[in-house]
């Protein structure tokens, strides 16, 4: 049904049912997130993305307080990266499933957004 759309964006639906465009592909690795790029929108139900580089920006001085493991970053919803495309990085296939939502072949999980976003849980 698509081939490419505005892009390399891909379509979905908002929590009010909205159709809206998407160009990024988030990979949710338990309280991480990485940034992926749409490359090739396939199908409905099968996109290609690629991860995007992301460098933190060492502005933003994370402050640490004893207790964990190792100490505990009381401000770490403050960090902010610096993410930039990639063409080497491999292109990986996604799919939609009806129960687990967008994964790779391994089980990764994805979500799509309409830009890239990059966290480090550092309590975890």
Known sequence: MYN????SAVLSSNSEGKRIMNKYANHYG????YPFEVVRV?????????E???ERDESVKLEWAP????????NQRDQKWFITSNESNPVIRI???AKKGWQDKHGRRF????QPVRFYDYNF
Do not use: P, Q, W
């Open 4 to 7: 490419y759309i505005n892009d």
């Open 30 to 33: 338990y309280s991480d997130v």
């Open 42 to 50: 396939i199908s409905d139900k099968t996109i290609e993305v690629r």
């Open 52 to 54: 995007m580089d992301a």
């Open 67 to 74: 207790g964990g493991f190792a100490g505990h970053c009381i």
């Open 95 to 97: 799919r939609l499933s």
């Open 111 to 114: 979500g799509l957004s309409d």
